[in-house]
């Protein structure tokens, strides 16, 4: 008689506990791994941030030897090259608009002449 | 054992109901950490999108002065790493404060140095700071930011809401080793970097325009120095250069004398450029023809009872060459013929006495009085350039809307600004201000103006294969001590577009106070004439002749 009752509460009772017990320990797998990951994204935030500061410092060493002034001077000094005369330049017809004005507001830059016809000159 | 459970349970009634808002508030202030994040600043672009101002990484230095164990030894030792003082060091170490300063953003090798050292109390921390990749190439265009990324001047300050991003508080979760916590309940509020400007300047333009500022300055003794390219259908600047200028990416306390943009903010008489204005509003309303002829009185008048001097001791000229040889006499006796009231309506509408709307900071609107407050004298001086304070930026557009035919633009410094993530938020559009003058005036006198160049004043404003339409100035400086004007002390100008027929860009070379040789012809147009050939070559635009 109390093997029958055991056995009906193990019966009915097991599966009920189990359940419980597989809900609780995915719900505490879950947070774990949320907050692994939360930590593993903060992480590779850190590590954007350190990457980009390095880049913008290496830009910086990069500015240091490409600016204008630079180019200007290794251009004159070390090389020297000198400007090319006005007859030594060969340009390329560039069929810039007329530059009539019409009493309509500009919409538009004026390099766009300019630029399709690099693109023409391109193609 | 009833009573106990009775107490108990009055006891965790009152921790966990009626003390709940008090535990949350010592619990929430444990794990929850409130930040704002330092947002990156905004690039600032140029017309083809090389980067003017960038953000960089900085360190700063900063001391808890209770830990550093012998605050004189260390200020010796950081002396000459900051290059500051060891008695300034040494007072801000001998504080009562948990916190102190000792210098913000300083260079990357710095850093390493003073980490080496390893001075307990001694601490840095990396903050962002702007940097200037092509030095002192636009610097008060471009403008400066502050210790704090906010924007001191040029553009870093007209356009600082946009550049500096914004930033809220935001709140997260964090663990019990003060790890940040993805959980429910964390505030990302809005974190957005700073937008990116797009200005019109153009580098290389730019470029041009300071070396042959510079070299012209160095030539002359100058003490100022403004050139301005403007792209007169447009009225995109290209290039606008003053001189003295500095460096951005200078330490030095220097720099923050020059903050100011001269070529908007610096008001001056625009002496013989503004006989083009007069001579606009002359052939506009019909006053004169080009063959019309005036007696320039051998080169001394009296007007009014005041002298009025011309360089070259001429009798008859026509219209075409009183421009020409920019004779004060003759240009003041045509001058003469036009109301105050059409004068000053046409100073107006050129665009003198009002702001522009460049959106640089410090722009000044000039000084043009009103007609009723001019003198009997007043209209004869004006026709000449004398009683009328301009800017620089108001006289290239003026020029420029000559060089337009007639259509006065809107001189405008930034054509779009980009957010963090690439999208346009603003575009900003040429703007046609008004006409001003027809169509047939602007041409007639253009031509004028290219005889001006061709045989007059500014021959040395010739450029080789491009037709020059331009007016040469030299204006006398108002000494205030005297009340007079100055007999030594004067700004050289040239104002001018090219190709005259089909014309590209307007330029304003102005050379304050020059030693030696002053005139606008010989200081100024020569430097004219070198900006616009190379201007012209880089712009690709072929040569007429």
């Not at chain 2, 300047?201 to 403007?230: F, S």
């Not at chain 2, 220097?254 to 606009?280: C, H, Q, R």
Request: with cysteine.
């Amino acid at each position: 008689m109390e093997k029958d009752k055991k056995g009906k509460i193990g019966k009915y009772y097991l599966p009920f506990l189990v359940g419980f017990l597989s809900i609780f320990i995915s719900y505490v797998w879950e947070s774990s791994e949320v907050i692994t990951l939360s930590y593993r994204v903060n992480e590779l935030k850190k590590e954007l941030i350190s990457l980009e500061n390095r880049n913008c410092n290496l830009k910086v060493r990069l500015y240091r030897y490409i600016n204008l002034a630079n180019i200007d001077r290794i251009a004159r000094q070390e090389k020297g090259m000198v400007f090319p005369r006005s007859e030594d330049i060969l340009f390329l017809n560039t069929d810039f608009k007329d530059s009539k004005i019409s009493s309509k507001k500009p919409t538009s830059i004026s390099s766009k002449g300019f630029k399709r016809c690099l693109e023409k000159v391109a193609s | 054992m009833i009573l106990t459970l009775i107490v108990l349970e009055i006891r965790l009634y009152y921790i966990q109901v009626i003390s709940h808002p008090r535990y949350k508030k010592i619990a929430d202030k444990q794990f929850i950490s409130v930040r704002q994040s330092e947002l990156r600043r905004g690039i600032i672009y140029d017309r083809n999108g090389n980067e003017l101002a960038i953000e960089s990484e900085a360190n700063s230095v900063y001391a808890i002065p209770s830990s550093i164990a012998n605050p004189g030894k260390t200020a010796r030792k950081l002396a000459l790493l900051l290059d500051l003082s060891e008695k300034e060091i040494l007072k801000k170490l001998q504080t009562r404060n948990s916190f102190v300063w000792l210098r913000r953003k300083i260079d990357i090798e710095t850093a390493d140095k003073i980490k080496n050292l390893h001075i307990k109390g001694i601490k840095l921390i990396s903050e962002g700071k702007r940097f200037y990749p092509e030095n002192e190439l636009a610097s008060q265009v471009i403008g400066l930011a502050g210790l704090d990324n906010q924007g001191l001047s040029g553009i870093e300050s007209s356009f600082d809401k946009f550049l500096t991003g914004k930033a809220e508080k935001t709140f997260r979760r964090k663990d019990g080793f003060g790890r940040e916590v993805i959980a429910a309940g964390n505030d990302y509020g809005v974190e957005a970097d700073g937008c990116n400007v797009v200005t019109t300047i153009d580098k290389v333009i730019q470029y041009i325009a300071e070396v042959e500022l510079n070299r012209a300055c160095e030539e002359t003794k100058a003490k100022l120095g403004i050139i301005i390219v403007q792209d007169c259908q447009t009225g995109e600047i290209l290039a606008l250069a003053n001189l003295p200028s500095f460096n951005g990416n200078s330490p030095s306390p220097e720099k923050y004398k020059y903050l100011d943009i001269p070529a908007v903010s610096n008001i001056f008489e625009p002496g013989s450029t503004f006989k083009a204005i007069v001579a606009a509003a002359l052939l506009e309303e019909n006053l004169v023809r080009l063959k019309d002829l005036f007696y320039c009185e051998n080169g001394f008048y009296l007007s009014n009872g005041l002298p009025i001097r011309d360089h070259e001791a001429d009798g008859w000229l026509t219209f075409v060459q009183v421009l020409e040889k920019s004779s004060n006499i003759g240009i003041a006796k045509a001058g003469q013929l036009l109301k105050k009231d059409t004068l000053y309506q046409y100073a107006r509408d050129f665009g003198f006495g009002n702001y522009t709307g460049i959106r640089l900071p410090g722009e000044t609107p000039g000084i043009l009085k009103n007609p009723k407050d001019w003198s009997e004298i007043s209209l004869s001086r004006l026709s000449f350039g004398q009683g009328i304070g301009v800017t620089a930026i108001q006289l290239v557009s003026a020029f420029s809307c000559l060089a337009n035919r007639g259509v006065l633009m809107e001189p405008m410094v930034v054509k779009k600004i980009i957010d963090s993530r690439g999208e346009v938020i603003k575009e900003f559009n040429p703007y046609q201000v008004r006409r001003v003058i027809s169509y047939k005036t602007a041409q007639t006198l253009t031509e004028t103006l290219c005889q001006t160049v061709e045989n007059g004043t500014g021959k040395e404003a010739k450029t080789v294969g491009y037709r020059v339409a331009g007016k040469t100035g030299t204006a006398q400086k108002f000494d205030p001590a005297t009340a007079k004007y100055s007999e030594t002390n004067y700004i050289a100008s040239f104002a001018g577009y090219l190709p005259a027929d089909r014309p590209r860009v307007t330029i304003l070379v102005m050379i304050d106070e020059p030693q030696g040789f002053y005139w606008g012809g010989s200081v100024a147009a020569p430097v004219f004439s070198r900006v616009g050939l190379r201007v012209m070559q880089y712009l690709g635009v072929p040569p007429e002749s």
